[in-house]
């Protein structure tokens, strides 16, 4: 697991993430995301409502890993989008992803 994912899994830990494509949605919506994941392996649909929310409401959007990575970063088994509630996090989060 690259340290982007280690990243993901210590916020997850911390209780500032959410995943699952409602809590997602609903945590944009109301801007307490700070940073959207959306897996590779999610469907053109998925990706462009976030693609779109995000870019909507000025919070960082980023599509990495397929959905069982994401799943095992955030403690489930697949998830296709996890949100970043935590500021340091999801700046530390860009930084790996943004430096691979």
């Known amino acids: 697991m690259n340290k982007g994912f280690s990243m993901i ?35 053109d649909n998925t990706k462009k409502l976030f693609r779109n929310k995000c870019s909507y409401y000025g919070i960082p959007y980023i599509v990495s890993g397929s959905r069982s990575e994401l799943g095992r970063a955030s403690g489930n088994r697949e998830r296709v989008s996890i949100a970043v509630l935590d500021e340091a996090f999801s700046k530390s989060i860009i930084q790996i992803f943004n430096g691979q």
């Open 9 to 43: 899994g210590l916020a997850t830990r911390a209780g500032k993430t959410v995943a699952g494509e409602f809590s997602v949605e609903k945590a944009v919506r109301q801007q307490k995301a700070k940073l959207v994941i959306v897996s590779e392996d999610a469907s």
